[in-house]
């Protein structure tokens, strides 16, 4: 009997199923050997996935991750992996997964590739060297480098203004009838907290400030050509004062006064879009968010108290005989913190500066007769940017201003530039270490032989002599631009 005729026509199907996931097989295994990266289709080794492909990352953005579809020869992964521009860093795997981690934040305004080329496979049980990998090439970017301040001059005059380097384009960010006091950036550098007043009022706007938030056009697709404000806080029943925006974007604290009862004051935090809620009443001076923007750090008696963001907050710990937070560590492990040695009558007219950390370090970097106004770490937290005075004593008492530079595993501090006149002033640091920016009186050095910083504080940026040398030398540049309170954003 023919065979052919004992088979139903469900045989026959499943048979042509059969012959041709076979011939499906073969094809991916040969394809798998043979084909290069134009195929469409490849059985081989390859890279899975890549979580920075092109994506932009700033300086919070430490580590990379690559995923393979199979086993590799780890060694000829490592030896054949390029980042162009180059990135230092170090590579840990897990599995199938291999993680390349930053030494320091990549620099803000570049383009880079990542690429894997001639990497093998590599099974448990296979003594030769295997198939090689499909070649790979993914792209990111870094944010654009940006700063801020507040002009003084010309039609800058009391406005925000933006500075993208990368684009070399400057914008005024807020209208003519405001006058902006003070500011802080969102995370992602999108946008400005600031505090300001109508102009009219002049120096006693300062009693009458509202809060608002602006648009930078950077890190978004929001179109900027002409930022509006957005009122977030008013003035209507209390006096706003100092306030500080959370590392998340999503809470900000204010201390403000009852316009009505001088004596009801306390510290306010603003979410979203709903009412300010009253986290204490208690007498506080400065204060500052922690990094994991669920407490803050408030100067409270003889010492920090650290308080939950939640209404009507009790001190989840205290830290005694300090007097003022000036910074955190990104990782929110340690602090810079000032105690004024009220607590020493040998040092009752000087101030020492302390690193504290988590694991109950305290460690005093320096003591002074004169003033610690502002420090802010580095971003690996392996150096801390001071701006201090030094206090000649003579007929009259001067503090002359310096910047210095602790290395926090040596403690030793060496000065990075000397000012000849006293002034008040911050210090920014790059979220990415390229330099410093800080203002300076014209009056306060005899290089600034521009006529236009006669009236008003010029920018500076302070940078190392060589970034790819890493030069313990550093330069001063006078930047052409007029103003205070100059700031890098993130």
Do not use: H
């Amino acid at each position: 009997m023919n065979a052919n005729k004992l088979l139903q026509p469900i045989d026959r199907l499943a048979i042509a199923l059969v012959i041709l996931l076979a011939l499906i097989i073969g094809l991916l295994v040969w394809v798998g050997n043979v084909c290069d990266d134009t195929c469409i289709f490849y059985a081989g080794a390859r890279v899975n996935g890549f979580n920075w492909e092109n994506k932009t990352i700033g300086s919070e953005d430490r580590a990379f991750i690559l995923n393979f579809n199979r086993p590799l020869d780890r060694t000829s992964v490592e030896q054949n992996l390029t980042i162009s521009p180059a990135l230092p860093g170090k590579i840990s795997w897990s599995g199938l997964r291999l993680a390349y981690t930053l030494k320091s934040p990549a620099p803000y305004g570049e383009n880079y590739q990542v690429s894997l080329a001639e990497a093998t496979e590599r099974f448990s049980n296979q003594e030769k060297v295997g198939n090689k990998i499909r070649p790979f090439a993914a792209k990111f970017r870094s944010r654009d480098r940006a700063s801020a301040y507040i002009g003084t001059q010309g039609i800058e005059k009391g406005k925000l203004v933006l500075f993208n380097w990368t684009q070399q384009k400057k914008t005024i960010l807020t209208p003519n009838d405001l006058t902006v006091f003070d500011f802080e950036p969102y995370p992602q550098g999108d946008r400005l907290l600031f505090s300001a007043a109508d102009n009219k009022l002049g120096i006693k706007g300062i009693l009458n400030l509202q809060l608002y938030t602006v648009t930078t056009g950077l890190n978004s697709e929001v179109n900027n050509n002409n930022p509006q404000p957005k009122l977030i806080l008013d003035n209507q029943k209390y006096q706003n004062n100092q306030f500080d925006l959370a590392e998340d974007g999503k809470k900000i604290l204010v201390q403000r006064l009852n316009r009505n009862n001088p004596n009801n004051s306390g510290l306010w935090m603003i979410t979203a879009d709903q009412p300010p809620q009253l986290i204490t009443d208690a007498q506080i001076g400065d204060f500052l968010i922690a990094p994991d923007s669920q407490t803050v750090a408030v100067a409270q008696g003889e010492g920090i108290a650290l308080l939950p963001l939640e209404t009507n907050a009790k001190p989840l710990d205290f830290i005694p005989k300090f007097g003022q937070v000036l910074d955190f560590t990104a990782d929110g492990t340690g602090a810079a913190m000032i105690n004024y040695n009220t607590d020493n009558a040998k040092l009752s007219y000087t101030r020492s500066l302390f690193y504290v950390n988590t694991q109950g370090i305290q460690k005093e970097l320096l003591n002074t007769e004169g003033s610690i106004q502002s420090c802010q770490f580095d971003p690996t937290a392996t150096y801390l940017y001071c701006w201090l005075t030094e206090l000649i004593k003579g007929k009259e008492y001067i503090e002359k201003p310096y910047i210095a530079e602790i290395n926090l595993k040596t403690g030793k501090a060496r000065t990075l530039i000397s000012l000849a006149e006293y002034q008040d002033s911050q210090l920014s640091v790059a979220p990415d270490g390229l330099g410093i920016l800080f203002e300076r009186s014209p009056n306060s050095t005899s290089s600034a032989t521009d006529s236009s910083t006669t009236s008003g504080q010029s920018i500076w940026l302070l940078i190392r002599a060589s970034q790819k040398s890493n030069s313990a030398d550093f330069n001063a540049e006078q930047l052409p631009f007029v103003g205070f309170r100059p700031q890098w954003l993130p």
